[in-house]
């Protein structure tokens, strides 16, 4: 790139909307030093939302309420902005653009980001005063002017942004008629009906509508009085609202000589045709496609950052979008082919009654489309699963009624709907945070993605379980397109590539350790962060676990430390007891080591263990030295790993037990202790079908009954309970084993980090794993092989470890590390 001698480089951007400023924030982010930056934007405002146009119509928000950078962001940042300053042409040759004014700026990459225009009829009458669009403040202002001294609008435009124009008026008080040419609203959107709810609801609001109805001329001498329809009819009207779609702005591109179609022609990187300018947002053309929705430009602004910033390893694939509508009391959703074709099939829901109606489009055993009306909690599930091509026939019967009753039992049921939560409801169990915080957050810092409200309060940042909840909110209070969580989900904001994409290249490059990761994939920071280090060092251990070398300081402190941190700096010990079984022998020596280090509260888990809570981290080694003399090993209470495996007392003792689910606990867990995985695993072993190990709500549960063994999994008992699927049913206990190892293996190498059982299983399907682990007899004996392989290092007691100065700096206080420090001689 050509640059003057010793200077920054110079960066001009053409159009202050959203698109363009949401690039040179990501681009702010990446490196932001490396531009001189200069803005020019055709409006007299700073930095707006214009998807918020509708509430500020509608006077829900004021117009300070939806600006996003005023000119004091654009000062402290250096960035030069020339409001109220049309671009009039490019000098490619020259590398300098010229405002109308004459303003000239030189550029060493030019983004543009025109945005779109409305599409005005072409009818008579339609320069008339009092004929406007509905695309910018200027449009909302003189429709609010108009509201104040006239009473009849109409709008032509059945759509969306023609609905919350009409809305908009008729919350101002005025009579609104919209006009609209197809005989179903939102033709584009909904099918026929949710279309037919949608117009009975709005006709209950006050809205009136003619559909199939043909505008001919707009009537009026000096200022708009009426609309007249082909078929000779006529509405009065002082006020017309043209709402009948957008055009990509390209005039100015097309000038210069930059190759144009509809939109301005981009690649995967954003560039044009000339490789010193990008474009984003609505003036594209990428693939074929032009977006009017937000959340495709923010996928494009972040590739376009990379790109500017010379990182060169985002692309932009297209985007799948979704709709819902910002109309208050009013709940419409909308995603992907809701419409179907020979080739598909649909799953129906309706109740008149109540107003709800749901269709799922499927075809080849994926969601490919939805329409949701008058419920549309799920919206944002069914989204996710749309995009991520989740396969649900394992799912079928229960998924036109939700999320809710895949065993959401915490957030499913109506009372406890998204929309009806009061504010100091609990959203995220995890961190906290209640949806009163969540809403203001949103609101006041202008939020629009998932990850936006993740970095701004901490919700739906650790497990997960809540991502549902926050995007609904975020959809509740933002209303219309925001931003939906992206197909593909970085690990972190270190680099471009997904946990996915990072494992298969630790696996198909051999890369063996973290330095190699960051290499080969480009990391942006040199040594990562606390996000992706737990992540790789999971994944490298995961990979060659007789090579890789675990990494201590990549872990959470409670895996460093090998013991649970209390609110009080104090830690939990945890021993190990093999299915729950222990002696009085053992028993004595637990309360020998309680005694001798003044363990403040001893007490059973829930998981049939004992554990020892209060004690001092400086006391752990000797702690466990004392309990290791005495046959115990670290139950890993704090790992990523195999926990426990809770047990029945079975065949043995109780009088309905059918096998010895004791035994075969035990055996369970002296397989699996030892083995990392990408979250904690609990196992449980019922002797009978009373269940009482509550093994179906486990990550992998046994059901013994007469015949054999019945193997469960998927299963969860935390903030979001889950009930297990059934995998399948065996013989004998060695069958178990093997069915254990397999699964734990599966899950090892293809779940994410941090993902439980539960959501890996609802991402790739039930019938997945069992055509990989049930229908697969090689497969399974293979990854119950690899499994075994695994456990060679692994099984290696960490309490032994530290007992025998392993790490001992790490359970040393501060003061005597400093004292000796400052023994040692300049």
């Known amino acids: 790139m050509l640059t003057r001698t010793g200077q920054k480089p110079r960066l001009v951007l053409v159009g202050n909307g959203m698109a363009g400023m949401r690039t040179v924030e990501e681009l702010l982010k990446l490196k932001p030093d490396m531009y001189e930056i200069t803005v020019f934007g055709a409006e007299p405002h700073g930095n707006y939302n214009r998807i918020l146009l509708s509430p500020v119509l509608a006077g829900e928000k004021t117009v300070d309420e939806i600006l996003l950078n005023d000119d004091g962001w654009y000062a402290e940042r250096g960035i030069r902005l020339h409001k109220g300053r049309r671009v009039a042409h490019i000098h490619r040759g020259r590398r300098e653009v010229v405002a109308e004014d004459g303003t000239r700026e030189p550029y060493d990459r030019l983004l543009l980001a025109t945005g779109s225009t409305p599409f005005v009829i072409p009818v008579p009458g339609h320069d008339l005063p009092g004929v406007v669009s509905f695309r910018d403040l200027q449009d909302v202002d003189a429709m609010l002017a108009a509201s104040r001294s006239h009473r009849r609008a109409v709008v032509i435009g059945g759509g969306l942004l023609g609905l919350e124009a009409a809305n908009g008026l008729l919350r101002q008080g005025m009579e ?288 997960g379980s809540c991502t549902g909840l926050v995007e609904s909110l975020l959809a509740t209070t933002l209303g219309g397109d925001y931003s939906q969580t992206p197909a593909k989900k970085p690990v972190c904001a270190c ?121 001092k981290k400086k006391d752990l080694p000797a702690m466990w030295r004392d309990l290791g003399a005495a046959g115990f090993v670290s139950g890993h209470a704090y790992g990523k790993a195999l926990r426990t495996v809770k047990t029945c007392v079975g065949s043995e003792w109780c009088r309905f037990g059918t096998q010895d689910s004791t035994g075969l606990g035990i055996q369970m867990e002296k397989l699996t202790w030892g083995s990392w995985t990408p979250h904690k695993f609990k196992m449980g072993v019922s002797g009978c079908p009373r269940n009482c190990a509550e093994a179906t709500i486990k990550d992998l549960g046994v059901v013994c009954v007469d015949s054999g063994y019945e193997i469960h999994v998927g299963g969860n008992g935390g903030v979001k309970v889950r009930v297990t699927d059934f995998l399948c049913k065996v013989a004998t206990e060695a069958e178990v084993l093997e069915m254990t190892g397999a699964f734990m293996q599966l899950y090892r190498e293809e779940a994410r980090y941090l993902e439980r059982t539960a959501p890996w299983i609802e991402r790739v399907g039930l019938t997945h794993v069992q055509q990989a682990i049930v229908e697969d007899a090689d497969n399974r004996a293979r990854l119950h092989r690899r499994f075994l392989e695994s456990q060679g290092p692994a099984q290696v007691d960490p309490w032994a470890e530290r007992a025998a100065g392993h790490a001992a700096q790490e359970f040393q206080p501060l003061t005597p590390i400093a004292e000796r420090h400052e023994e040692v001689p300049a």
């Not at 053309?285 to 376009?304: M, N």
């Not at 419409?332 to 009654?353: I, K, M, P, T, Y």
């Not at 606390?530 to 251990?541: E, G, I, S």
């Not at 004595?588 to 004992?610: D, S």
């Open 176 to 463: 609104v008629t919209v006009v609209h040419l197809m005989d179903t609203l939102m033709e584009r959107q909904i099918d026929p009906p949710a279309a037919a709810l949608l117009q009975r609801s709005l006709e209950a609001k006050g809205l009136q509508f003619r559909l199939a109805a043909q505008t001919e001329a707009i009537l009026g001498d000096g200022r708009v009085t009426g609309v007249r329809f082909r078929d000779g009819t006529e509405v009065p009207a002082d006020l017309v609202v043209m709402a009948v779609g957008i055009r990509p702005n390209v005039e100015l591109a097309k000038a210069s000589g930059i190759h144009c179609e509809r939109g301005v022609v981009v690649n995967d990187t954003l560039q044009t045709y000339d490789p010193v300018v990008y474009a984003v947002g609505e003036c594209v053309q990428h693939r074929g496609q032009c977006y009017g929705l937000v959340a495709p430009l923010w996928e494009q602004a972040k590739v376009c950052a990379n790109h500017l910033a010379e990182y060169g390893i985002a692309r932009y694939e297209g985007s799948v979008t979704a709709t819902r509508l910002k109309v208050t009391g009013i709940d419409l959703f909308s995603a992907g082919d809701f419409l179907g074709d020979e080739h598909s099939e649909d799953l129906v829901f309706q109740d008149a009654a109540r107003g709800v109606y749901k269709k799922l489009v499927l075809r080849d055993g994926v969601v490919r489309g939805a329409v949701l009306y008058g419920d549309t909690i799920d919206g944002s599930w069914y989204f996710q699963l749309l995009r991520e091509g989740t396969p649900v026939n394992d799912l079928r019967d229960g998924l036109l009624f939700g999320q809710a009753h895949l065993g959401d039992s915490g957030h499913g049921d109506d009372k406890t709907r998204v929309a009806a939560l009061p504010d100091a409801a609990e959203i995220c169990g995890c961190n906290g945070v209640c949806k009163g915080a969540i809403v203001q957050a949103i609101t006041e810092k202008k939020l629009f993605t998932l990850d936006d409200v993740r970095a701004h309060t901490k919700a739906s940042s650790s497990c």
């Open 495 to 615: 680099t471009e590539h997904s946990h996915d994409e990072v494992r298969a290249a630790i696996t198909e490059q051999g890369l063996k350790t973290m330095a190699a990761v960051f290499e080969a994939l480009d990391w942006k920071t040199p040594d990562g962060c606390h996000v992706c280090r737990p992540a790789l060092n999971y994944y490298l251990l995961a990979a060659w676990p007789g090579e890789y070398r675990d990494d201590a300081q990549s872990r959470f402190i409670n895996e460093r430390a090998h013991g649970n941190i209390q609110k009080d700096g104090t830690y939990s010990v945890v021993p190990r007891i093999w299915g729950g079984v222990t002696t009085p022998t053992e028993l004595r020596a637990i309360a020998a080591v309680a005694e001798k280090y003044r363990v403040p509260t001893v007490k059973f888990t829930g998981g049939q263990r004992i554990d020892l809570l209060g004690v």
